[in-house]
């Protein structure tokens, strides 16, 4: 694999392009759009929409479906979500790329960290320029590049955006299943780690809210009469947590209790949220197991137990159509004077979603950052230019064969 004439071409052009990739994320970053903040969702969609039409594609928004989400008294409740943005260029074309970032971030609209500040040493600092408006920047610019190159007639591409990846997913899952299932390379644009490593196999998750109902009474005159669903969540915390350390890799993490009143009450509700990690099929069917056993034995009488949730992104191993994916894209960074690398991760993203589908993906291609999640959430600026460029030298690769997205898709499937 070595770098041609046209692809030389492709890279110039992202080159050129360094400090537009960087100020448009920087502008959509300093939009909020938590992923419950339907205005700033789509006030941040249309300005991706806008960015999107640049490009000789399709561009439309998706409608997602609706979720249910678990109130603190214990009530499911119906949610809405915002529309998911899908660019399509090629889809009759033999080889077909699926591109995936999510346009929401962790950050609700009251949050104190709203912009973007460049920090002494350069980094800049804002709610989510890592993760991942700077991820959907470098992706649009790969693209945008690769209209370049004379072999791109070969190569189809699908680019979803979608509105919900920060709390799993919910509404567009259907639409990655649909798109793992009928493309035959993905790659996603979620940060590197903080010194440029990829991710590499990915444990699985699952959110869980087990309803915990007892009957109220007055904690002074008729304590016993009644059953107390806060005492019966913490019993229930407690069996929770002590699942961790029983079988290797899969955690149990408690990450909430609420319900209860006033202090003279007996507490009729509790919720128990809790989220758990697995690194394979079989881990999450145990662990699945034992939750299903706490949820079906009431901790003392007079207690009922509703559990909600589940599985939300399956595991992704590190199988031989990933191990051939990453060799290639390391071979790509080679090129480019890039060193890549990769570990697993306890993390999960869309690229769970992907592969579970039947994809072969890398799902660490934005930009080079940190601490996000936080208000200290960073990204790098040269590593804008640097990311699309691997991206566009990827869809080059692959639309030339030298990078065989049909063998790695083939390779997927025989491991499924």
């Not at 962790?106 to 989510?128: I, K, M």
């Amino acid at each position: 694999m070595r770098i041609l004439p046209p692809d030389q071409t492709v890279l110039d052009h992202v080159a050129a392009r360094g400090p537009a990739i960087v100020a448009r994320a920087v502008e959509w970053a300093n939009v909020n759009s938590g992923s419950r903040n339907a205005a700033g969702l789509d006030a941040v969609l249309h300005l991706l929409e806008a960015e999107a039409r640049r490009l000789p594609a399709e561009v439309v928004r998706v409608p997602t479906a609706g979720s249910t989400t678990v109130a603190d008294d214990g009530s499911v409740r119906a949610e809405a979500h915002a529309d998911a943005l899908r660019i399509t260029a090629r889809p009759d074309a033999p080889v077909q790329v699926v591109l995936t970032g999510h346009y929401d971030t962790v950050f609700p609209a009251g949050s104190a960290f709203q912009s973007v500040t460049t920090r002494p040493d350069g980094a800049l600092n804002g709610p989510g320029i890592a993760d991942m408006k700077g991820g959907i920047s470098v992706l649009l610019a790969a693209l945008e590049a690769f209209e370049l190159h004379p072999e791109r007639e070969r190569v189809g591409w699908t680019v979803l955006l979608s509105p919900d990846e920060e709390i799993g997913s919910p509404a567009s899952a259907p639409l990655l299943a649909e798109l793992g299932a009928r493309g035959h390379l993905g790659l996603t644009y979620e940060p590197s780690l903080p010194d440029g490593t990829l991710a590499g196999a990915r444990k699985g998750s699952g959110n869980y809210h087990l309803v915990v109902t007892g009957k109220a009474a007055h904690a002074g005159r008729a304590f016993h009469e009644g059953a107390n669903a806060v005492a019966g969540a913490a019993v229930l915390a407690a069996r929770l947590h002590a699942l961790n350390g029983l079988r290797e890799g899969v955690t149990v993490n408690v990450a909430k209790i609420s319900g209860g009143g006033p202090l003279n009450v007996v507490a009729d509700n509790a919720v128990v949220r809790f989220n758990v990690r697995v690194p394979d099929a079989a881990a999450a069917a145990w662990i699945e197991d034992q939750v299903r056993a706490l949820a079906g034995e009431p901790p003392f009488p007079g207690l009922t137990l509703a559990l909600h949730g589940g599985m939300t992104r399956p595991p992704k191993p590190m199988d031989a159509s990933q191990t051939a994916l990453f060799e290639a894209v390391r071979e790509a960074g080679a090129l480019l004077g890039q060193s890549i690398a990769w570990k697993p991760s306890g993390g999960v993203c869309e690229g769970n979603n992907l592969h579970a589908a039947g994809l072969p993906n890398i799902d660490t291609l934005g930009v080079v950052g940190g601490d996000i999640h936080s208000d200290q959430e960073f990204a790098w600026p040269a590593s804008f230019v640097e990311r699309a460029q691997l991206s566009a030298l990827i869809l080059c690769k692959v639309a030339s064969g030298e990078i065989d997205a049909l063998k790695l898709k083939q390779l997927r499937l025989e491991t499924a």
